[in-house]
Structure formats: C-alpha cells, structure tokens
C-alpha cells in the first residue's frame, strides 16, 4: 500500500507492498500510463467522533468499539480489544472433552436481516446525515436473501457517531447484515478442565455427532463468556 505525507487515502499498485511514503507520485502516473492498476484504498477503520468525557468511561467505550466491531473481552485481570473478523479455531471441543448435553438458542427471526441501512454523518455533504445500505436494491444479494426469507423485508436502521465514511459504512452494514444471518444459534457446554486453555472471545470448533457437527460440518463459534464449575 502507498501512503503519501498528508494523504489520508492508501494506494496499491499492482501487488507490490511498500512502506508509508516511499514511492513519490510519478509511481502512480506511470503505472497508469503503462497500463498497470491502480486502486483507491479507504481507511474503514478510522475513528471519527467527537467523545463526551462527562459521560461514563463505559460508554464512551462502547460507543467507539461499535463503529469498528470490536469486542472488549476481560480476561485474566485486564481487558483486551479483539477485532471481530474471521479466525482459526484455537480449540476442538469435542465429545472427548465436552462432560454435559448442549444446550442450543436458535436465533429468532427479529435478529435476523436482509436489509441493514447505516446512518452517518457525511462531510461531503456538509456534515448532514447520510445513509447506506446492504444489500443493494436489485443485487443478487438482495434477491437470494429474500428468497431464503420467503419474501419478507427484515430490514435494520442502525445510526453511527462514530463513522464518517461511506465506505466505513458500507462494510459495517454489510457485516451486520451477513453476521445476522449466519448467527445461527448461541449453545452452552460443559467441558473438562482442559477447556481453560479457552479465553473469550476465542474462535472455536464444536463437534458432536448428535447433531450431525461432524467432519466438513462441525461448527466455528466464537466465545462469548466462560464460567468456573466448582
């Protein structure tokens, strides 16, 4: 990616990885005039907000983890920022372990979109309220999430203080459409004590037989909170 002293937008050439600032613009004309690519890249994780100290630390915390999907998990003593995107599974979870039947929530249908539409504040449009939404109106997204949804408009409206940028907003309301729709179920297991190994907010596999998580089809969750048996 190319950055350039006072350019807050990221450049890529081609495939070619440079560090911030050391190629000079020439590179980029004459990559275009050769014929080569060159791609325009966003900042979507960029924080723009203004923050009320008044208000708790808390929320003020949330706020800002909101517009970046980031979990604050407290682990051992202290909390740590985890990004939530996809992860390897750093633990099997299996009948050899798992000491207890599992206990699954599916998802009601009110948790589960076909249509997000993020509400930002644009400053190409002097700073007024602006709005974007996935899946687009007439994309194949839109088509195949309504068919799955016999046809009905799960829509969600969510406003971010935090975000500034039309792309941010884009690929917030894209992943809170997609991670609606593939949040299947939440399930709570027993398990040995070589489940400590396990911190939340850990990706993990969960097998077992009794509900067909086996092979190809067992399951990747996240970890959304842990307790000490006695």
């Given amino acids: 990616f190319l950055q350039f002293s006072g350019d807050s937008n990221l450049y890529e050439i081609l495939v070619a990885q440079y560090g911030a600032g050391s190629v000079e613009i020439e590179a980029i004309a004459n990559a275009l005039i050769n014929g080569q690519s060159v791609t325009l890249k966003q900042k979507v994780y960029e924080c723009n907000a ?50 207890s039947e599992i206990t699954v929530q599916t998802q009601g249908k009110n948790k589960k979109y076909n249509r997000v539409t993020v509400k930002f504040a644009n400053p190409d449009a002097n700073w007024q309220s602006d709005s974007v939404t996935y899946p687009e109106s007439g994309s194949a997204d839109e088509t ?75 399951k990747k969750v996240r970890v959304i909170a842990m307790q000490l048996m006695d």
């Fill in 50 to 99: 203004v923050i009320d100290t008044g208000k708790k630390l808390f929320d003020n915390v949330k706020e800002m983890l909101q517009g970046m999907r980031g979990l604050m998990p407290f682990s051992n003593g202290v909390y740590s920022l985890v990004i939530d995107k996809d992860e390897s599974s750093s633990f099997d979870l299996t009948p050899d372990n798992i000491t």
């Fill in 144 to 218: 195949t999430f309504l068919a799955e949804d016999n046809g009905e408009v799960l829509a969600k409206t969510i406003a971010f203080n935090t975000i500034a940028n039309k792309y941010s907003a884009k690929d917030i309301a894209k992943i809170v459409c997609l991670a609606s729709r593939k949040h299947e179920f939440a399930c709570k297991v027993r398990a040995t004590s070589e489940a400590l190994e396990i911190a939340v907010a850990d990706i993990v596999t969960l097998e077992h037989p009794s509900f067909g998580w086996t092979g190809a089809a067992k």
